[in-house]
């Protein structure tokens, strides 16, 4: 069992940054791939990055390749996400998952767990 906490939403100009952070409990952290997903108002959740459960694995949605960077920190049971020169259209809450696995998914149904979200709000 993962139970996991997101933190570090806010409001930010256009162009700003904002590192989201994620705490995981659970002793299966270290094997767990885990993936940021995001969701605006009326429409669906959608992927923004994974990382595997080394860390050596990433991968990004093509919208937010070269701005977001996602890393992670066993020896905290913490997952980042850094989000530079943000966009109106980053605006969203920002969930992230895990699942316990050695692969690196990418898709909604392949997580088992998941936080309650972040509000991030990114104005013009």
């Known amino acids: 069992q993962v139970q996991l906490v997101e933190s570090g939403g806010g409001l930010v100009q256009v162009g700003g940054s904002l590192r989201l952070s994620c705490a995981a409990s659970g002793r299966t952290f270290s094997s767990a791939a885990m993936g940021w997903f995001r969701q605006a108002p009326g429409k669906e959740r959608e992927f923004v990055a994974a990382?595997?459960?080394?860390?050596?694995?990433?991968y990004y949605a093509d919208s937010v390749k070269g701005r977001f960077t996602i890393s992670r920190d066993n020896s905290k049971n913490t997952v980042y996400l850094q989000m530079n020169s943000l966009k109106p259209e980053d605006t969203a809450v920002y969930y992230c998952?895990?699942?316990?696995?050695?692969?690196?998914?990418?898709?909604?149904?392949?997580?088992?767990?998941w936080g309650q979200g972040t509000q991030v709000t990114v104005s013009s």
């Open positions: 998952a895990a699942r316990n696995t050695y692969g690196l998914p990418t898709k909604i149904n392949e997580y088992a767990y």
């Open positions: 990382i595997s459960w080394s860390g050596a694995r990433t």
